[in-house]
DNA sequence: CTGAAAGCGCTTACAG
DNA sequence: CTGAAAGCGCTTACAG
């Protein structure tokens, strides 16, 4: 009955259940995991600098916005009745990582991984431990992937500005190397041909995801560009926060002088100064998503379509129409 | 040879090794873990909410603080050859959560608890599991904590504002029935009392540890007691940006008019506007101490002291003299 | 010192 | 349908 192979009458059923709680019996996981092969467990990993562990880096203000997919991820693992595990052994020592994950019986991986690690991802898609990616586009007969709608995110933030005016817009996004910030790009360079302005390669800044970087390369842009741009797309949030800072130092006005669009909706967005306008992905979607596509492979054994999580467009008072 | 109870010649012992090694071979961490009762595992908490998960409320900015600390957490851990776990059952539900540690084998447990949790606490000291707190005072046979010096910090923070000459000082802290928050309303007074300073209750706030409720906080004294104060410590750097928030919608200058100190020293300070003035935390000794007190535990069985991470003042812009 | 056996706490395939 | 046995992959106490 307890294995779920026999019928019973549903009261027999409950009583039987009621004496078995009443003396506090639970089955031991360990030898459970044993026998059954699998321990119930999915291992979570943030894929950020070299030779990392599943949390390094979590405190980095970059990765912030990552922080409210892993506590829905959370929630959704636990309402599947998994527990999460987080490897001790760094990545970059990566075939104690995966023999970890196997001698612990994990039964999959989520993985975000922002970063172009594309060795690493190949390296986790060949275990074929089943793995879902966040924001890395990995796909195996046991790996898929969910990602934020990067491009279409950004060509909203372009659309906004260009529906106030803009015109000259600048784009401060991350490493070349990097999803995420090539495919904020393409959106850029789409929502720009689509209106049929022209684009300027000097307005085209990468950087690091990180505030100190963009702060620096605003401060770069602003020493020799100044006045040359109306507005500006930052591929994150905390990225915009760098930039206002070198902008304000500059003693330029926002919106007044120049308009700044973020990107993720941190949930410190309101408290900027000035309330930065933003694009919001949704992380419910992108959270439950990959749990569900990773329970599917994990249950089904099979092959998942990756999926996309859409994007819309938060407006406070960074953006303002160009005045002449 | 491979258990460590025979003595065997060096040359020889690395052959084995490098055979075992060249083979490929990895004993399987389940098996061991049931024989040996013990997963070389360590489950980590952070208690914020009611009925909350592990990871729940990570992504909010009142806990900011401590994702640096999981970090380190997870550094100190993996150098001692442990893996993390994170339950998935509610630890409202904490029959079950307890008997998930001990059902899994983990070793141990690393509570961040700033929350008066005091019932969770008391249950976790009383499962036996080696446990260790962080910002909560916890102390048993098999129990013991760090705690950031919340009331040292805090003096350091009034006896920097008042050696600029500032006399009347607001007090932003937590909830009342916090441990930290307490705490450092007790460093106030403390350094107050030492300067011969009167304390003026009408300037001591309590809000949650959170941007939004400081901010509302704040504009409920600026409200009343505008002008009646100079200087305003926060509860932590996320406070304080709610608290500029509210002074800034006011028109109210920092420093010039207010000077306001924060507490935590995230990597924001620099960027916020203007640069925030703080109190530091020594984030390794905390996270450090968690876990090698916890492995000591863990390893002789005994009862550890606790132990006090000390501050240090971290000046920036959001200081200065009073002006007359 | 070495090697075979017992046992950790379960599940599952199988004989009755 | 029920119950006893085998087995998951190790470690460890024990007989040789």
Redesign the interface.
């Given at each position: 009955m307890l294995t779920g192979t026999t019928r019973v009458e549903e009261e027999t059923k409950q009583r039987v259940l009621a004496a078995i709680a009443a003396t506090g019996y639970?089955?031991?996981?360990?030898?459970q995991?044993?026998v059954q092969q699998r321990?119930r467990t999915i291992a979570?990993a943030l894929l950020l600098g070299e030779g990392g562990?599943?949390?390094?880096?979590?405190?980095?203000?970059r990765f912030?916005f990552y922080?409210?997919?892993?506590?829905e991820i959370?929630?959704e693992?636990?309402a599947a009745?998994?527990?999460?595990?987080?490897?001790?052994?760094?990545y970059s020592d990566f075939a104690?990582y995966v023999?970890?994950l196997?001698?612990?019986?994990v039964d999959g991986m989520i993985m975000i991984a922002p970063y172009p690690f594309e060795e690493r991802v190949r390296a986790m898609i060949k275990s074929n431990i089943p793995t879902l990616f966040v924001d890395a586009v990995g796909q195996g007969p046991r790996a898929s992937y969910v990602m934020v709608d990067h491009i279409g995110g950004c060509r909203q933030a372009i659309q906004h500005l260009l529906a106030l005016g803009h015109r000259r817009i600048a784009i401060l996004t991350g490493e070349k190397d990097n999803d995420p910030a090539s495919q904020r790009l393409l959106g850029y360079q789409l929502a720009l041909a689509e209106a049929g302005v022209g684009m300027d390669e000097k307005l085209v800044l990468h950087a690091g995801f990180d505030?100190v970087e963009a702060?620096e390369a605003m401060v770069a842009l602003l020493k020799a560009y100044c006045g040359e741009f109306t507005a500006i797309v930052a591929a994150s949030d905390m990225m915009a926060?760098?930039a206002l800072?070198a902008l304000?130092e500059q003693g330029i006005r926002v919106p007044e002088d120049v308009s700044v669009v973020g990107f993720d909706d941190i949930?410190?967005c309101p408290?900027i100064?000035p309330p930065l306008t933003t694009i919001r992905p949704d992380k419910e979607v992108l959270a439950q998503g990959a749990v569900r596509k990773l329970l599917d492979i994990i249950e089904n054994n099979g092959p998942v379509a990756p999926s996309i999580a859409s994007t819309q467009l938060v407006q406070r008072a960074s953006t303002g129409p160009v005045l002449h």
């Open positions: 639970e089955p031991d996981q360990i030898a995991s044993l321990s979570l562990f599943s949390l390094s880096g979590i405190g980095q203000s912030y922080l409210h997919i892993l506590s959370e929630r693992t636990a009745g998994y527990d999460l595990f987080l490897p001790s052994h760094p104690r023999s970890t196997k001698t612990r019986r505030r702060y926060i760098g800072r304000r949930d410190l408290d100064d």
